[in-house]
């Protein structure tokens, strides 16, 4: 059980290496729309035939990467869960991506469907009626060339499952001397290939009741109305210290639990797909179904990660001892710049989170409601993180269907709540958030920053205690042999937030967008980088 915890932990930190290329992507494609939007940017400009071009070819370029996202999924879950070889696991994650899907389209062919017998315009001439005809065809898709089950990023994440459990196997197979130029990392591919094609043709088979469970939770989502948005919002907070929100994120936001919607007889699901479809191909999504999914995006994260999180921090300030302001005030500060600017949260939350359940509580409550008020004022921002860049490019460039005043002004209003109710918690509960530590340490001072990779590695308890780093957003993500070896006081003293342990042998080390710099440091004087 413990095991398969810590599996899931690094499910989850796999699922960020796509994320993170198309949160960048997304933010392209909502500048390049913007600039193509004549409100925005007047008719004149529109008119441009080179600017135009070139503006359309980044379009182009984003909505590719968002059409093959089931291949990044399958390639981040095999590079994430392999327990070395991480090229191999990640090239046979393609073959086997690929195959699993010929062994999909081979079923369907068997069964006599092909990309030509399921248009809306076929499934009418055979009886059915024109709404049940879109959905059906709906159900289909041409994946690099291949037809196939609309299985988006969900087809992706079982492909690469499937792969690096093969891999994980077969990596250091040894094969009979006369065939041994196939053994070990070889081998995996060829197993790949013989399996995955099995697997499409038993996923073809339960895939249609797969499907159905899927938009049964998606329509009960649906039905929920701005109550379903509420539940989202407080459960992606409550996840945080466990590291499983992304896990919830991805499935709102590519699969048809967040939303489906059909754009020339093609189904896009998932909120972040929609909104994506949109912005690439404007006027073909109905802005009412583009609201539906981004009840589930960016703009219920604006009010509180532009205005409330930055007025908690303030109140942590104003609470802290006064001789430990000037350290508390750094720490708050460089925070609460994250938090605003690119809606990266972590480094303020992990001030509370863990020495304070009621706080955690209330702040999880005011994002969901916050996702809740968003929906019910009609607000239309996408995109995944929430700061002022998502706001300026989704919201404000998107003009005034975005309705993003709304944002804004809540924004302003969980300002004061948010600062007046923490600093009550916190006062009157007496609750040691920084600089108000009961054993405040007559310890170590913050280490110099060309000493900081040698104490990161003795906190972790020396280099011998250490099987493998890697990192998130803003976590350190280490794997280490003896968890009692892990000193926090020794780690808090490099700079971090926060120490999460998350099983007896893997440890979360909270520092930051800096992280993939201490990462990358840690690794090099480890001799793996």
Same mark, same amino acid.
């Given at each position: 059980?413990?095991?398969?915890?810590?599996?899931?932990?690094?499910?989850? %930190?796999?699922?960020?290496?796509?994320?993170?290329?198309?949160?960048?992507?997304?933010?392209?494609?909502? *500048?390049?729309?913007?600039?193509?939007?004549?409100?925005?940017?007047?008719?004149?400009?529109?008119?441009?035939? /080179?600017?135009?071009?070139?503006?359309?070819?980044?379009?182009?370029?984003?909505?590719?990467?968002?059409?093959?996202?089931?291949?990044?999924? #399958?390639? #981040?879950?095999? =590079?994430?869960?392999?327990?070395?070889?991480?090229?191999?696991?990640?090239?046979?994650?393609?073959?086997?991506?690929?195959?699993?899907?010929?062994?999909?389209?081979?079923?369907?062919?068997?069964?006599?469907?092909?990309?030509?017998?399921?248009?809306?315009?076929?499934?009418?001439?055979?009886?059915?009626?024109?709404? $049940?005809?879109?959905?059906?065809?709906?159900?289909?898709?041409?994946?690099?060339?291949?037809? $196939?089950?609309?299985?988006?990023?969900?087809?992706? *994440?079982?492909?690469?499952?499937?792969?690096?459990?093969?891999?994980?196997?077969?990596?250091?197979?040894?094969?009979?001397?006369?065939?041994?130029?196939?053994?070990?990392?070889?081998?995996?591919?060829?197993?790949?290939?013989?399996?995955?094609?099995?697997?499409?043709?038993?996923?073809?088979?339960?895939?249609?009741?797969?499907?159905?469970? =899927?938009?049964?939770?998606?329509?009960?989502? !649906? %039905? +929920? !109305?701005?109550?379903?948005?509420?539940?989202?919002? $407080?459960?992606?907070?409550?996840?945080?210290? /466990?590291? @499983?929100?992304?896990?919830?994120?991805?499935?709102?936001?590519?699969?048809?639990?967040?939303?489906?919607?059909?754009?020339?007889?093609?189904?896009?699901? !998932?909120?972040?797909?929609?909104?994506?479809?949109?912005?690439?191909?404007?006027?073909? =999504?109905?802005?009412?179904?583009?609201?539906? &999914?981004?009840?589930?995006?960016?703009?219920? %994260?604006?009010?509180?990660?532009?205005?409330?999180?930055?007025?908690? &921090?303030?109140?942590?300030?104003?609470?802290?001892?006064?001789?430990?302001?000037?350290?508390?005030?750094?720490?708050? @500060?460089?925070?609460?710049?994250?938090?605003?600017?690119?809606?990266?949260?972590?480094?303020?939350?992990?001030?509370?989170?863990?020495? +304070?359940?009621?706080?955690?509580?209330?702040?999880?409550?005011? +994002?969901?409601?916050?996702?809740?008020?968003?929906?019910?004022?009609?607000?239309?921002?996408?995109?995944?993180?929430?700061?002022?860049?998502?706001?300026?490019?989704?919201? =404000?460039?998107?003009?005034?269907?975005?309705?993003?005043?709304?944002?804004?002004?809540? !924004?302003?209003?969980?300002?004061? *709540?948010?600062?007046?109710?923490?600093?009550?918690?916190?006062?009157?509960?007496?609750?040691? /958030?920084?600089?108000?530590?009961?054993?405040?340490?007559? /310890?170590?001072?913050?280490?110099?920053?060309?000493?900081?990779?040698?104490?990161?590695?003795?906190?972790?308890?020396?280099?011998?205690?250490?099987?493998?780093?890697?990192?998130?957003?803003?976590?350190?993500?280490?794997?280490?042999?003896?968890?009692?070896?892990?000193?926090?006081?020794?780690?808090?003293?490099?700079?971090?937030?926060? *120490?999460?342990?998350?099983?007896?042998?893997?440890?979360?080390?909270?520092?930051?967008?800096?992280?993939?710099?201490?990462?990358?440091?840690? %690794?090099?004087?480890?001799?793996?980088?």
């Amino acid at each position: 059980m413990k095991d398969f915890g810590s599996k899931v932990h690094a499910f989850g %930190k796999a699922l960020m290496m796509p994320i993170s290329v198309i949160a960048a992507a997304g933010i392209f494609l909502g *500048v390049a729309a913007a600039l193509q939007n004549p409100a925005v940017t007047g008719e004149a400009f529109a008119q441009l035939h /080179t600017p135009q071009l070139i503006i359309g070819f980044i379009r182009k370029v984003a909505g590719a990467l968002f059409a093959n996202l089931p291949v990044f999924f #399958a390639v #981040a879950s095999a =590079i994430g869960l392999a327990k070395a070889e991480k090229p191999t696991a990640a090239f046979a994650a393609v073959i086997g991506f690929i195959a699993m899907h010929v062994g999909v389209s081979a079923t369907l062919a068997a069964k006599g469907l092909t990309a030509a017998t399921t248009t809306a315009e076929a499934l009418q001439k055979s009886g059915m009626d024109q709404t $049940t005809a879109m959905m059906t065809s709906a159900e289909y898709i041409d994946m690099l060339g291949i037809f $196939t089950y609309n299985m988006s990023v969900l087809g992706g *994440v079982i492909a690469g499952l499937i792969t690096v459990a093969i891999h994980n196997r077969f990596y250091t197979q040894q094969l009979p001397t006369a065939i041994g130029f196939f053994g070990g990392r070889r081998f995996v591919p060829i197993v790949t290939v013989v399996v995955l094609p099995l697997v499409g043709i038993l996923l073809a088979t339960v895939w249609p009741g797969i499907g159905a469970g =899927i938009a049964w939770v998606g329509e009960l989502i !649906g %039905k +929920s !109305g701005q109550y379903g948005a509420f539940l989202y919002g $407080t459960f992606e907070r409550l996840l945080i210290p /466990t590291g @499983l929100h992304h896990i919830l994120n991805e499935t709102v936001r590519f699969t048809p639990i967040g939303g489906i919607a059909n754009v020339d007889n093609q189904s896009i699901v !998932g909120a972040l797909n929609i909104f994506n479809a949109a912005l690439t191909s404007p006027g073909l =999504i109905p802005d009412d179904t583009v609201r539906e &999914a981004t009840r589930f995006l960016a703009q219920g %994260k604006i009010p509180v990660m532009m205005f409330g999180l930055p007025a908690a &921090a303030l109140a942590i300030y104003h609470s802290a001892r006064p001789e430990h302001k000037q350290r508390v005030r750094a720490l708050v @500060l460089a925070g609460a710049l994250t938090s605003f600017t690119t809606g990266i949260t972590e480094p303020l939350e992990f001030c509370f989170i863990f020495v +304070s359940p009621l706080l955690y509580i209330l702040h999880a409550l005011l +994002s969901g409601l916050s996702f809740m008020l968003m929906s019910v004022m009609h607000l239309m921002i996408g995109n995944v993180q929430g700061g002022a860049i998502d706001l300026l490019v989704f919201g =404000i460039l998107g003009g005034s269907k975005t309705q993003w005043w709304w944002s804004i002004l809540l !924004g302003l209003i969980y300002v004061p *709540v948010y600062y007046y109710s923490f600093r009550f918690i916190i006062r009157r509960m007496n609750v040691e /958030t920084p600089g108000r530590e009961s054993d405040e340490p007559e /310890t170590a001072a913050p280490v110099a920053a060309d000493e900081r990779t040698k104490v990161i590695i003795s906190g972790l308890g020396g280099e011998s205690n250490i099987e493998d780093v890697d990192c998130c957003f803003t976590r350190l993500r280490v794997r280490v042999k003896e968890m009692k070896e892990v000193v926090d006081q020794t780690l808090m003293t490099t700079g971090a937030n926060g *120490v999460n342990r998350v099983s007896d042998h893997d440890v979360q080390v909270i520092y930051g967008p800096q992280v993939e710099k201490i990462a990358h440091e840690v %690794k090099t004087a480890l001799g793996v980088a």
